[in-house]
């Protein structure tokens, strides 16, 4: 496995959509940061970020259907994101990018209203109560994401862990984040969302098992009262 790995790594740095900042590229000023269009998107478009992405099968999808919009795939695990990237080059799409890099990192990415929505599909729900603040919907990233959004943003959660969903609400509504839309069976409900249209091969999994899967959507309060250019 590790051998396999590292041959990824080594596929990956060939790929021109295919970005592994180093630590002093992130300190001096990632050169695409405000400028991803046109330094490397063609057209004007916010961005659409997908967090701790895997295999990244959103932004392919994504991207694939929203020929317009620019898409970005972040996770810290480059192999199983090589996937994705792979799979874009494979099906020519140009409107997609891949960042190996830590979710902290964001801001050093991405600059201030340069991201329109932000996906975050089954992330590590990090049990332990000592691990909370490592859970990618706890306040220190909440905050990490208020830098990189413009006001008309949207951040979605699909999860299949009840506790961790719970713990969103509870951070949304203690935070004073606006709720849009929650529901503890996404399969069940009557919204109409292109997050239904993508399932992971965990998530097929889960479902073929019985398990719900839960879904929310929400937007920060601080960046909702940013003026709009």
């Given amino acids: 496995m590790a051998k396999k790995k590292r041959i990824f790594w080594a596929e990956s740095k060939k790929l021109p959509h295919f970005f592994e900042p180093a630590y002093c590229e992130l300190i001096e000023g990632f050169r695409l940061r405000g400028n991803w269009y046109p330094s490397f998107f063609s057209q004007p478009s916010p961005i659409y970020l997908e967090v701790g992405c895997g295999k990244a099968e959103y932004t392919v999808f994504n991207a694939r259907k929203y020929p317009l919009r620019n898409h ?4 810290i695990k480059g192999a199983r994101m090589f996937i994705g990237a792979r799979q874009c080059l494979q099906l020519g799409l ?6 190996r890099t830590q979710v902290q990192n964001l801001h050093k990415i991405f600059a201030p209203g340069e991201v329109n929505e932000i996906f975050i599909p089954f992330p590590d729900p990090q049990p332990n109560k000592p691990s909370e603040r490592h859970r990618l919907t706890s306040p220190r990233f909440l905050d990490t994401y208020a830098n990189i959004l ?10 299949d862990n009840l506790s961790f969903f719970e713990y969103t609400l509870n951070v949304i509504s203690n935070e004073g984040h606006r709720l849009l839309y929650a529901t503890y069976d996404l399969y069940s409900s009557t919204d109409d969302n292109d997050i239904k249209q993508v399932q992971t091969f965990y998530e097929k999994q889960w479902l073929a098992s019985g398990a719900k899967i839960l879904y929310l959507r929400f937007q920060l ?4 009262l940013k003026p709009k250019e």
Avoid: Y
């Avoid at 413009?150 to 999860?159: A, R």
């Fill in 72 to 75: 970005v795939a972040v996770d």
């Fill in 221 to 224: 309060k601080d960046v909702l």
């Fill in 94 to 99: 140009t409107n997609a990018a891949f960042v």
């Fill in 150 to 159: 413009n006001p008309d943003h949207v951040i979605h959660l699909k999860t």
